[in-house]
């Protein structure tokens, strides 16, 4: 691979992986506070705040987002392969 693509392809592998450590992170926090405050008989009332609608909302976005790193992904190996 051509070294003028291992600039953009390092952060956009930095990006993603730092994207989906945050969002595995906030699942196990979210799951060890449920764990503790069913444990001490309080309720766990973030997801009533947030409302129920809140992972439709960040699934389209989210989707699109993979799509577009896909395709992105996708030329950079054509434009590499060509090179």
Do not use: C, S, W
Request: glycine residues 8%; proline residues 4%; aromatic residues 8%.
């Amino acid at each position: 691979m051509p070294r003028t693509f291992a600039g953009p392809l390092l952060v956009t592998v930095a990006y993603v992986v730092v994207y989906d450590a945050m969002i595995v992170n906030q699942l196990l926090v979210r799951t060890r506070r449920r764990r503790e405050d069913r444990a001490r008989g309080r309720q766990h009332v973030m997801g009533r705040r947030l409302g129920k609608g809140i992972r439709n909302r960040i699934l389209l976005p989210t989707v699109i987002g993979y799509l577009v790193f896909a395709y992105l992904v996708g030329r950079l190996v054509v434009a590499a392969a060509t090179a």
